[in-house]
């Protein structure tokens, strides 16, 4: 299965957007999926991660009450919702499946190949 991430763009500081993350080759809906975010010269962060269901996630403190994941298993689709954004959630976002144990891990390393980003910039 392969993940792509689009819905990335520049946004003014307090703006919205809404990334998706969409599987191909194959299905996510029996996996735990993550969001993860790569700024050139920093290690990357996880973001969000969602449980294959749904009806769990967990988020880096940073953006909590401000980003939402959410998932459609019928079209095999990760989308995280981002609001409120600031100039320090700019970076490139990540998805991939949960390959470590349990439920799910707030660690970026338990997770698969973070496939192609896409790029959002939150600046004036």
């Known amino acids: 299965v392969q993940l792509q991430a689009s819905g990335g763009g520049l946004v003014q500081p307090g703006g919205s957007l809404r990334l998706s993350c969409v599987a191909s080759?194959?299905?996510?809906?029996?996996?735990?999926i993550g969001w993860s975010r790569q700024a050139p010269g920093r290690e990357r962060e996880f973001v969000a991660t969602?449980?294959?269901?749904?009806?769990?996630?967990d988020y880096r403190d940073s953006v909590k009450g401000r980003f939402t994941i959410s998932r459609d298993n019928a079209k095999d689709t990760v989308y995280l919702q981002m609001n409120s954004l600031k100039p320090e959630d700019t970076a490139a976002y990540h998805c991939?499946?949960?390959?470590?144990?349990?439920?799910?891990?707030?660690?970026?390393?338990?997770?698969?190949?973070w496939g192609p980003g896409t790029q959002v910039t939150v600046s004036s």
């Open positions: 080759g194959g299905t996510i809906a029996r996996s735990p």
């Open positions: 969602i449980s294959w269901h749904g009806g769990s996630s």
């Open positions: 991939a499946l949960y390959t470590g144990p349990g439920r799910f891990s707030p660690d970026a390393h338990e997770y698969g190949s």
